[in-house]
């Protein structure tokens, strides 16, 4: 991966001039923690920023992250919004020291809808890689979306949209990872599919 960093929206958040040196240490703080530093960005980028149901916009990271085992999985689910929300590039991400595993992730996982303007050609893409960190995140993200805490506010005729256009995605994907991992995902289904 050729690399070319440009300052962007990364020094929007960690001005490299503040008295405090936010940005040195939150490069040490990845270099011997990567879960840390990628919490402290998360809680630098989404303070004060809500979803549509009034949760703050970290806590669907964060729950998102604890469907998930591994680290690299749980690193994935905590940054899955965060170039797709326009508040860091995948440059910032690799100037920062997160792995090339994570970040290929990412870059399937960012719905980029110029590319794919249809919802379900999108997760194709995603099934289609067998990126297995990439499928297993977007499984975790789709569950916590579909959850209760998630949609329990939205007015009726939003939760049916999104049920419909989600709960036959979800199917997919729990084929293909039963197909990817050779076993039987009886998961609890904590959506509302």
């Known amino acids: 991966m050729e690399y070319n960093f440009n300052w962007g929206n990364l020094y929007e958040f960690y001005p490299k001039n503040s008295k405090n040196h936010d940005f040195d240490r939150l490069q040490e703080v990845i270099k011997k923690d990567l ?3 990628v919490l402290s960005i ?3 980028v989404y303070r004060e920023r809500y979803d549509k149901s009034g949760n703050p916009e970290s806590w669907h990271l964060i729950y998102t992250s604890e469907y998930l085992q591994t680290e690299a999985e749980k690193i994935t689910a905590l940054l899955h919004d965060i170039v797709e929300d326009d508040y860091l590039t995948f440059d910032d991400l690799y100037f920062l ?3 090339e595993e994570i970040i290929d992730a990412l870059i399937l996982l960012r719905h980029d809808k110029s590319v794919f303007p249809e ?3 999108y997760i194709t893409n995603i099934l289609e ?3 297995l960190l ?3 995140v977007k499984y975790a993200d789709m569950r916590n979306n579909l959850s209760q805490e998630r949609v329990g506010k939205l007015e009726e005729q939003i939760r049916v949209r999104l049920k419909q ?4 995605q979800i199917i997919r994907i729990e084929n293909k990872l039963n197909e990817l991992e050779n076993n039987d995902l009886q998961r609890k289904r904590r959506y509302i599919c």
Do not use: H, L, M
């Not at 256009?165 to 036959?168: L, T, V």
């Open 42 to 44: 998360i809680g630098r």
């Open 134 to 136: 990439a499928i297993r």
């Open 119 to 121: 919802y379900e050609d």
């Open 129 to 131: 890689s067998n990126n």
């Open 35 to 37: 879960y840390t530093g």
């Open 97 to 99: 020291g997160i792995p």
């Open 165 to 168: 256009k989600w709960c036959p």
